[in-house]
């Protein structure tokens, strides 16, 4: 309470009751601050400060959250009330949801969620016991709730604490830790039973005698280090904490990559070579492969592809449009709702498609047996893949009956399949059950030819000739060779290349929606990226590369290139060569790396204000750079000058920013810090 030593902290953990970039990332969502709490400017820079913080100590990268991810949070403003969140973006390392109310005792409360969201990948992250292992030790939140007391008298000074006051900063740190895992995360319980912390760290940090904790573990023990410690369960009025040597040691026990301290723990793998039972999917469309062993894989929600590997498997595709395969081995496909695919494999496979309109792809693997145990003849189909059948006339001429209810279709390979059906004298299949398929593409030629791929992950290449290459769908491969080329990838993420050598004149490439990896190698080429997050490299020649909408990594490798970012937060290189640069709307990077032979890039719309910055490619201070003025003609304005930015000690000019004189900043990147050269 205010006017005594000390204000709460304490509480317990908020704990569920179930289960490479360059820095940690922390957002925050203010969205259940109902209080209007964080209306209050101060409190809202307070609190990502201390987000801030956290970032700068810790070096771990996890794994995005993808959008349409679904889990349930604590509200940060009513912690009795559950919140069902679906996100509309992905989440970049952590999420924080932020509010305040009446705590009637404690100053914060903090916590992790995420327990409720479907599939392993996040049990994995977080789970008190990880298919009977026991609990996470490499531990990874992917969100969690801060709230703070609106009755406290609170400071909001970054500058530091005030007599009388609850330092806002160092609660928010504390709750923030909690999040993170201090106190609460599952191997807690075995780490710091006794309540004595004995991980590594903490050993190495207390000489071999631990960090002791308060009775419940949430905390480390109140007055520990003379009353230094982040965790400790209290705060002094007036006082400000940081994390200590000793809540890092911590952190670093439970999986945290901390500098100066040892990482520990390991991720639990999803899939393994043995027997593993069960793998759940996520609500959304997952790639499964449960490589060697006697699987069972469970797609949940979402259109999800799952690979049985060896062994004898079974495949559960549930609701969303399935592609079910078991590979070798004999596996059991079961669809689920949804329009789903079911492949056959070497060996004796039983499918049943279930509810939707599913396709049963059969393939000559020169043997092995498909049991078609539901076929609907409504609406059900087969898809037979390079089965040597010339007509599907053919493939109904070749039904024979040993049952009857059912059908045997043999392919000249060995490959059996038997449709499961009603008792009758004759099949109820016609050929409108079949549909045929080729998988042998067209090849190149030294002519000017046209190749065009199927919705598969297709290989097409071009040779010599000015060629047309069409990959459509699926992640395609599209090499355009010598000539003046045209290469367009369609849906998917398709890996692009012009040509590689003199030969190659000018390929115009397209990329379509997927995340894509262009190389125009040799010639004067444009390259467009369009939707996706793509790679371009403009290669050998005068190029313009246009990375369209997302974020992309644009380089425009050798001579003079012309480089649009485009929508998006991109990152752009022009490489060697006096390059000609457009970032377009978002936060883009333009990279230099600082020696002459990269040539002086011009960037025409740097703009600090949506967060461009300036990416020097070695270690410098704000020290290093010269910061020049002139006009020059036809550049931009005429009534505003252009920057120019020049390392000091090489005298290597590296941007020269078109129009920069309109500019209050000047943001350059290097070594991992970003200061402002007009600051």
Known sequence: MLGHRRAGFAHQPDRSDKEAKMSFNITIDYRFDTSGFFDNPDARAALEAAADAWEALIQDEFDDVPTGTVFTIANPSDRNQTVSITLDAPIDDLL???????????????????????????????????????????????????????????????????????????????????????????????????????????????????????????????????????????LTTGSRTVPT?????????????????????????????????????????????????????????????????????????????????????????????????????????????????????????????ANLSDFDLAQDKIRFVDSGFASKQAVLQSVTKNFTNVSTITLSDGTRVDVFHNNQSGTPLTVDHFELVSTALPQGTAGNDRLEGTDQNDTLEGLEGNDTLLGLGGDDSLLGGDGADTLNGGDGNDTIRGGSTEADIRDIVFGGAGNDLIDGGYGNDELRGDAGDDSIEGGYGVDTVIGGDGNDVLTGS??????????????????????????????????????????????????????????????????????????????????VQEVFITHKTTGVLLWALVDGDAQTSLNVQAAGQVFDLLA
């Open 558 to 639: 050798a001579w003079s290139d012309l480089i649009f970012g485009g929508n998006g937060n991109d990152f752009i290189n022009g490489g060697f060569g006096f390059d000609r640069v457009n970032g377009g709307a978002g936060a883009d990077k333009f990279f230099h790396t600082g020696n002459a032979g990269h040539g002086s890039d011009w960037i025409q719309d740097y703009d600090a204000a949506q967060g461009d910055v300036l990416f020097y490619g070695a270690a410098a201070t704000k020290s290093d750079f010269l910061v020049q003025r002139a006009t020059t003609t036809s550049a931009g304005s005429n009534t």
């Open 96 to 234: 924080l949801f932020a509010g305040a109310y009446a705590l009637n005792g404690p100053l914060g409360l903090g916590g992790y969620n995420g327990s409720s969201a479907d599939g392993d990948i996040y049990k994995a992250r977080l789970s008190s016991d990880f298919r009977g292992t026991g609990p996470v030790t490499d531990f990874e939140p992917f969100v969690g709730t801060v709230s703070f007391d609106t009755a406290a008298t609170w400071n909001f000074d970054l500058a530091g604490p005030v007599s009388g006051k609850n330092d806002f900063y160092s609660v928010a740190l504390h709750e923030i830790a909690h999040v993170l895992g201090i106190g609460s995360a599952p191997i807690f319980d075995s780490i710091g039973a006794g309540a004595l912390f004995n991980g590594p760290n903490a050993l190495a940090v207390t000489n071999g005698v631990g960090i002791p904790l308060e009775g419940d573990i949430s905390h480390i023990q109140e007055d520990y280090a003379s009353d230094a410690t982040l965790m400790d369960p209290r």
């Open 245 to 369: 040597t000793y809540d890092l040691a911590i952190l670093a026990d439970i999986g945290y990559e901390i500098a100066g301290y040892t990482k520990q723990g390991s991720t639990p793998e999803i899939v393994t070579t043995g027997d593993d039972i069960t793998v759940f999917g996520t609500n959304l469309g997952d790639l499964i492969d449960g490589l060697a062993g006697n699987d069972q894989i469970q797609g949940d929600a979402g259109s999800d592809t799952l690979l049985g590997g060896s062994g004898n498997d079974t495949l559960f595709g549930q609701t969303g449009d399935d592609s079910l395969s078991g590979n070798a081995g004999d596996d059991m496909l079961i669809g689920g709702s949804g329009n789903d695919t079911l492949l056959n494999s070497l060996g004796t496979d039983t499918l049943f498609g279930q509810d939707g309109a599913d396709v049963f792809e059969i393939r000559a693997f020169g043997g092995g047996k």
